[in-house]
């Protein structure tokens, strides 16, 4: 069974690098996502496979009965989960934002704050909004 | 005492909690978060003081014995860190009441704030993995709020470079910690050291090593995984610019620091082998960078790459007096790095420019701040007496003791070349007179530095003075940190109890 879920994670990550590489961020966003849920399932993995017991202590005794599931990578799993639903969240509306200003989702062509040549620096008006 | 540890932590968020509440008052803001961050001085000397006096301490969250549960940690490397991360703290927030204008506030500036360094001194605190990449995980929500805090088309620009790779990394630090955890079945920093070295499977244990050096490596800007760094931080507002500058980067060296003196020594010839190079390669890239640049903020930001580059340097010679180099170097770093961008803040006020071009006279129009670029600068080249020059010296003698000429010879020619580049800001800002009216924009020539940017940063130019001076007091620290970081005995006893 862990060797079909490594395949699989595998060609999870192969496929979000892939997606992550593009130069479009709406690739990029997709791969992502991907790409996290590859982690997520990578961590269930490793935390083995062998068993479907829930590991719960029976009332008579002090330590759950010998073969239960790893409780612990789900508990890791859903704190990741969490984590990267706000990041991805967030990551939306960012790119969203700079598609408005900047007008392009191409990465190439996002060269706002690193011009090439000096001359062709946009002085920024709202830097720190003095006062 | 156990309770002591979590003191830096609750109290940045108890206060980003309270300022969120009272966020449509700009001046009540400002004075809390600068309460806040006078007791976190006074906490994390708190800790400083106890582990010096008696040691290594633990506490375990909600009393679960060692491996199971959440352990925060205490040696002198952590306290060091949670010491300077409240000084820097304390100038950044007194710098901000000046440089943030109260829109900014309005929109939540303190409150994230607060959290990123709730977020950095629980990294630097936590004994435990999987917490470690949680606080993390909020450092990194807390500074792209940061970044992107008023939405100018540059900020949004960088912040998606930013953004991009930061996740990326997370990701790649969570597949680290996900195989370790497959390999070893804990969690725990003190346990895993115990039981890495069972392992049968060596080859994949390296592998996960290499996992973790490309996620820290990205986070604390090595070659060549920096190109974020100076695409993002001359981006937002200088307050949040030198906080970054200061500490974010630096909670990557201290997880390098950390995972490769505790978990990953068991193939030290080949993972600490690689840190060379990348060292090197840091060192020399970073620099150069900064020779090719026009911009104080981008100059700077080169800078820190270069420097991260000696740090590393330390880590990977793993002796005892490198290590210390590696921590002198963070203490002294932080301190100048931070500083040298709150002062290219002020040179932006009395210039209205970052751009080398558009300034100049500065000299003649404000001699202290003059001053106080002239010695936060040449310590971060490497003048004696002062802090950096020390932080080289140890670093470059500890690499000539085990005959690394090469490498030695590369630290000494980078700081010459990072003597080039601050006589180049030094020289343009300074020096030469003021261009002609016209090509400096009107934004703010009327406008002087007020008291609350000119005192931390006079505050951290006198700790740089201080450190440089009473260097043998901070090194006999940093030796000590390396001793500890060498032999975990002491760090082991302190997390599992007698």
């Known amino acids: 069974m862990e060797t079909v879920f490594a395949v699989l994670v ?15 961020l709406i690739r990029f966003i997709f791969g992502l996502a991907l790409l996290s849920n590859a982690v997520n399932l990578l961590i269930f993995t490793v935390g083995r496979l062998s068993s479907s017991r829930p590991p719960l202590i029976p009332d008579a005794g002090t330590v759950p009965v010998a073969p239960v599931a790893n409780a612990l990578p789900q508990a890791l799993i859903l704190t990741a989960i969490v984590i990267g639903f706000a990041l991805l969240a967030f990551v939306f509306v960012l790119f969203y934002r700079a598609y408005q ?19 062709e620096v946009i002085p920024s008006t709202k830097m720190g909004e003095q006062g | 005492m156990s309770s002591l540890l979590v003191l830096p932590i609750i109290l940045p968020f108890a206060t980003a909690v309270i300022i969120l ?17 006078v007791l976190q001085i006074i906490a994390c000397g708190t800790i400083f003081y106890q582990v010096h006096r008696n040691g290594i301490f633990a506490s375990q969250m909600g009393n679960w014995p ?4 959440i352990t925060l940690v205490a040696d002198h490397l952590s306290a060091v860190m949670v010491v300077i991360t409240a000084v820097i703290n304390l100038a950044v927030v007194a710098y901000s009441r000046a440089d943030i204008g109260a829109s900014l506030v309005k929109r939540g500036y303190y409150p994230l704030m607060q959290t990123l360094v709730g977020g950095i001194c629980g990294a630097f605190l936590t004994g435990d993995l999987f917490n470690l990449y949680v606080w993390f995980e909020v450092m990194l929500i807390a500074s792209f709020g940061l970044l992107v805090l008023g939405q100018d088309r540059n900020q949004l620009d960088g912040g998606v470079k930013y953004v991009v790779i930061n996740l990326f990394s997370t990701l790649l630090l969570i597949t680290g910690i996900g195989l370790l955890y497959g390999l070893t079945g804990t969690l725990n920093m003190a346990d895993l050291h115990v039981k890495v070295q069972a392992i049968d499977n060596k080859g994949l244990l390296t592998a996960v090593a290499m996992l973790f050096m490309g996620a820290f490596g990205i986070k604390s800007a090595l070659f060549p995984l920096f190109f974020w760094l100076p695409a993002s931080y001359h981006t937002p507002p200088v307050s949040v610019s030198a906080i970054f500058a200061g500490l974010l980067t630096k909670v990557g060296v201290y997880a390098l620091i950390r995972m490769f003196t ?6 030290v010839p080949y993972t600490h082998g690689v840190l060379i190079v990348v060292a090197a390669l840091t060192m020399i890239t970073g620099v150069l960078g900064a020779a090719a640049h026009n911009e104080f903020r981008r100059i700077l930001s080169f800078h820190i790459i270069s420097q991260v580059g000696y740090m590393i340097l330390g880590l990977a010679l793993n002796t005892t007096l490198a290590l210390a180099g590696a921590v002198f170097y963070l203490i002294h770093h932080i301190i100048v790095k931070a500083n040298l961008f709150l002062v290219s803040g002020v040179v932006q006020r009395l210039s209205g420019s970052f751009e080398l071009s558009r300034i100049g006279g500065i000299y003649r129009r404000n001699g202290w701040i003059a001053l106080c670029f002239f010695i936060s600068a040449f310590s971060l080249a490497g003048f004696p007496p002062l802090s950096g020059f020390w932080a080289k010296m140890i670093l470059i003698r500890a690499s000539l003791e085990i005959h690394h000429y090469l490498v030695a010879g590369i630290a000494a020619a980078v700081g010459f070349l990072t003597v080039y580049s601050m006589t180049k800001i030094w020289g343009e800002v300074f020096w030469k007179p003021a261009p002609r009216a016209d090509t400096v924009d009107e934004v703010s020539l009327a406008a002087g530095p007020s008291g609350w940017m000119m005192t931390p940063i006079a505050g951290l130019v006198i700790l740089t003075v201080i450190i440089g001076f009473g260097a043998e007091a901070f090194v006999e620290i940093a030796l000590q940190a390396a001793e500890e970081l060498l032999h975990p005995e002491m760090y082991l006893k302190a997390v599992f109890g007698a």
């Open chain 1, 10 to 24: 595998g060609a999870m990550v192969a496929g979000s690098i892939y997606l992550i590489l593009d130069r479009n």
């Open chain 1, 101 to 119: 200003e900047v007008g392009t989702v191409d990465t190439e062509l996002m060269r706002v704050a690193e011009p090439s040549e000096p001359d």
């Open chain 2, 21 to 37: 509440l009272v966020k449509s008052n700009v001046k009540g803001s400002s004075n809390i978060a600068l309460s806040s961050a």
């Open chain 2, 66 to 69: 060692a491996p199971f549960g």
């Open chain 2, 262 to 267: 505790l978990v990953f020594t068991v193939n």
